[in-house]
T-cell receptor
Framework: GDSVTQMEGPVTLSEEAFLTINCTYT??????LFWYVQYPGEGLQLLLK?????DKGSNKGFEATYRKETTSFHLEKGSVQVSDSAVYFC???????????????FGTGTLLAVQP | NAGVMQNPRHLVRRRGQEARLRCSPM?????VYWYRQLPEEGLKFMVY????????ESGMPKERFSAEFPKEGPSILRIQQVVRGDSAAYFC????????????FGDGTRLSIL
């Protein structure tokens, strides 16, 4: 079945460092890919998305490119801030059966801790 | 411009009691999803509903769990005869109709079983 694998954390960085969180996926169809962020005690917020190969999603300095050839959707940011400390989830949605279901399949999450 | 509203935020139940979790989707959203997050794990899909219909319940446990999304009112996730293993954060998400729409999440209900 469909699945998402993302790098384990925690990832600890100093402020202004470069961030990469790896995410790879397995899907039988043509999935949409997402990154969500979860701050402590809160729900998930959509960070960015890409719906087809070679699309680049970007938001708040974060970006990720949908790479079909490597089945990857790595999250990057050039200069992290303390306020970026959170758990980041990679997810896919792979509508099948004419779009009858649009459920998200999540990776296990990566905790990012940014130190001043 | 209210987001997805879940209540209660925290719910404590004793083993054998019933738990009812509520979710009001964003305005204009007719699709609702429930996910469960166990401690130190990612979110797992439970059920997908549209108004008055269950579309996909492939992630729901076969017993004790049920969900509904009536024509009027919030979506309800119901857990009967709760056990310690039901302790988790339960998240609701909603999306508008149409394919490949992103889902917007509520802040979750944290269920604790004594």
């Amino acid at each position: 079945g469909d699945s998402v694998t993302q790098m384990e954390g925690p990832v600890t960085l100093s402020e202004e460092a470069f961030l990469t969180i790896n995410c790879t996926y397995t899907a039988t169809g043509y999935p949409s890919l997402f990154w969500y962020v979860q701050y402590p005690g809160e729900g998930l917020q959509l960070l960015l998305k890409a719906t087809k190969a070679d699309d680049k999603g970007s938001n708040k300095g974060f970006e990720a490119t949908y790479r079909k050839e490597t089945t990857s959707f790595h999250l990057e940011k050039g200069s992290v801030q303390v306020s970026d400390s959170a758990v980041y989830f990679c997810a896919l949605s792979d509508p099948k059966n004419g779009g009858a279901t649009n459920k998200l399949i999540f990776g296990t999450g990566t905790l990012l801790a940014v130190q001043p | 411009n209210a987001g997805v509203m879940q209540n209660p935020r925290h719910l404590v139940r004793r083993r054998g009691q019933e738990a009812r979790l509520r979710c009001s989707p964003m305005k204009g959203h007719s699709h609702v999803y429930w996910y469960r997050q166990l401690p130190e794990e990612g979110l797992k899909f439970m059920v997908y509903l549209q108004k008055e219909n269950i579309i996909d319940e492939s992630g729901m446990p076969k017993e004790r769990f049920s969900a509904e999304f009536p024509k009027e009112g919030p979506s309800i996730l119901r857990i009967q005869q709760v056990v310690r293993g039901d302790s988790a954060a339960y998240f609701c998400a909603s999306s508008p109709p149409g394919g490949r729409q992103p889902q917007h999440f509520g802040d979750g209900t944290r269920l604790s079983i004594l």
